[in-house]
C-alpha cells in the first residue's frame, strides 16, 4: 500500500497515479493534495495523524 499526499492540488496527482501504476500493482489510498504550500509541518501532523489507521509496511 502506498499514500500519497502532497500540496500539488490537481491534475499532478493523476499523473502520479499513472506512474506508480504502470511499474506497481500498489493499492494507492490518497491522504490529501490540499497541504499548504512547501509546509511540512502541516503534512507531518496530518501523517501522524492517520499513520495509526494504516497496516504495517505501508509507505507512507
Do not use: N
Request: charged letters at 20%; aromatic letters at 10%.
Amino acid at each position: 500500500m502506498i499514500t500519497l499526499a502532497s500540496d500539488f492540488g490537481t491534475p499532478y496527482p493523476a499523473a502520479m497515479k499513472g506512474v506508480i501504476l504502470r511499474q506497481s500493482d500498489a493499492r494507492l489510498v490518497d491522504i490529501a493534495h490540499d497541504f499548504p504550500r512547501q509546509d511540512v509541518r502541516a503534512a507531518a501532523f496530518w501523517l501522524r495523524e492517520v499513520l495509526p489507521e494504516f497496516p504495517p509496511a505501508t509507505h507512507l
